[in-house]
């Protein structure tokens, strides 16, 4: 049977790796709701619900916008309560600073309810143009942007089309991981998506990662589907100081004089500083995370959970190699074999059970030898 010692260790060796596992979980940096009591009387410029924003800004360009509570509105797939933006004028424009920067390893979530285009054909002006935009800037400039955007023009019966109700991608470069990395072909003025407007209709999660300082990935889930999955370089702005610190959305409909309605809600900053060498983010550095180093070598994609960046070579190779096993369930170097947090918390309670057994085991020992030299003794 183990002695205390034995079982004392297996007790600390569980908890190091619970206290490990607990460690790897996302952290959240800041959050905002639109249940949040700030926006109890509705949304306007100078709240600050939440934590670890700054008060809205921007102009918030002639206030069209609202907290949607209550029954939500038709349009509103997202449910109440929500942001709602575009219940009056032509377009909206609103900015969220953040309290600090997003660092590599952090990530910006969110949920998004966007409008619906409406140009007629013909259009009855000259030139039309819907867009919608969601986007991170610095102090520089922005570095990164999704927008859906559409227009069109007419000329004397001409009709010109502009755009394709497509969401794209603004940045340096974007390479598509649902496609093997492959380059996203370019339409007006960034890289579509091939995730269109009216898909978008029921709102989708957004998710910004921020790999390094100079690289990104971008992921869109809509009805628990990955839509979109691409990652690049953010915008090169050729200055200091680049690190993405606001949200901004932006959005006009020059077809009338009400914009259709959109929504948003559940503002997220966490850490996500992940396994390095995990190249697929899925928690467990394997023989996965090899097949995306090859199918990347040569190239300067930017993979997750990469510390080196630059040119894929040997030293994501060796990245991966270091770290193999990390963060399985059994998947170790040599055989051995990591017990999950699970485990171990059987592991712990038996190891506990198992000295608390031994010391009432002692216990009882000793009373009963002193229960024996007490009846000898009278004897």
Request: with cysteine; charged share 15%; proline share 4%.
């Given at each position: 049977m183990m002695n205390v010692r034995k079982l004392a260790a297996i007790a600390a060796f569980c908890l190091g790796l619970m206290v490990a596992a607990s460690a790897a979980h996302a952290v959240a940096i800041a959050s905002d709701n639109a249940s949040d009591p700030a926006y109890a009387d509705g949304?306007?410029?100078?709240?600050?619900?939440?934590?670890?924003?700054?008060?809205?800004?921007?102009?918030?360009?002639?206030?069209?916008?609202?907290?949607?509570?209550?029954?939500?509105?038709?349009?509103?797939?997202?449910?109440?309560?929500?942001?709602?933006?575009?219940t009056g004028g032509s377009g909206y424009w609103a900015i969220r600073p953040f309290a600090t920067p997003i660092q590599p390893s952090q990530s910006f979530k969110l949920d998004f309810d966007p409008f619906a285009f409406s140009v007629p054909d013909p259009p009855e002006f000259v030139y039309l143009s819907n867009d919608s935009l969601i986007r991170f800037d610095s102090t520089a400039g922005w570095r990164f942007r999704m927008y859906n955007w559409l227009a069109k023009y007419n000329d004397g019966g001409q009709i010109t089309n502009y755009g394709a109700d497509e969401w794209a991608i603004g940045a340096t470069t974007a390479f598509d991981n649902l496609n093997g990395g492959a380059a996203l072909?370019?339409?007006?003025?960034?890289?579509?998506?091939?995730?269109?407007?009216?898909?978008?209709?029921?709102?989708?999660s957004m998710t910004l990662d921020i790999i390094t300082i100079d690289t990104y990935r971008v992921r869109?889930?809509?009805?628990?589907?990955?839509?979109?999955?691409?990652?690049?370089?953010?915008?090169?702005?050729?200055?200091?100081?680049?690190?993405?610190?606001?949200?901004?959305?932006?959005?006009?409909?020059?077809?009338?004089?009400?914009?259709?309605?959109?929504?948003?809600?559940?503002?997220?900053?966490?850490?996500?500083?992940?396994?390095p060498g995990d190249y697929n983010s899925d928690s467990v550095v394997d023989a996965a995370?090899?097949?995306?180093?090859?199918?990347?070598?040569?190239?300067?994609?930017?993979?997750?959970?990469?510390?080196?960046?630059?040119?894929?070579?040997?030293?994501?190779?060796?990245?991966w190699k270091n770290n193999f096993g990390m963060g399985g369930s059994g998947a170790g170097i040599g055989g051995i074999a990591i017990p999950e947090p699970a485990t171990c918390?059987?592991?712990?309670?038996?190891?506990?059970?198992?000295?608390?057994?031994?010391?009432?085991?002692?216990?009882?020992?000793?009373?009963?030898?002193?229960?024996?030299?007490?009846?000898?003794a009278r004897r």
């Open positions: 949304w306007e410029e100078g709240d600050n619900g939440g934590s670890g924003f700054l008060p809205w800004t921007g102009g918030m360009y002639g206030n069209p916008v609202a907290i949607d509570s209550g029954s939500p509105e038709p349009d509103n797939d997202l449910g109440a309560p929500a942001f709602q933006f575009g072909p370019t339409g007006g003025a960034g890289f579509l998506t091939g995730y269109t407007g009216p898909d978008s209709q029921d709102g989708f869109i889930v809509d009805d628990g589907v990955t839509k979109v999955d691409v990652s690049g370089q953010l915008r090169d702005l050729g200055t200091a100081g680049q690190e993405v610190d606001q949200l901004v959305f932006w959005s006009q409909d020059a077809t009338a004089s009400d914009i259709d309605s959109a929504y948003f809600n559940n503002l997220l900053i966490e850490s996500t500083a992940g396994l995370d090899y097949t995306v180093w090859r199918d990347n070598l040569g190239t300067t994609n930017s993979l997750p959970n990469d510390s080196i960046g630059g040119t894929i070579g040997v030293a994501h190779y060796s990245q918390f059987v592991m712990l309670s038996g190891a506990l059970g198992g000295m608390l057994l031994m010391r009432r085991g002692s216990g009882s020992g000793a009373r009963s030898s002193a229960s024996t030299v007490r009846c000898r």
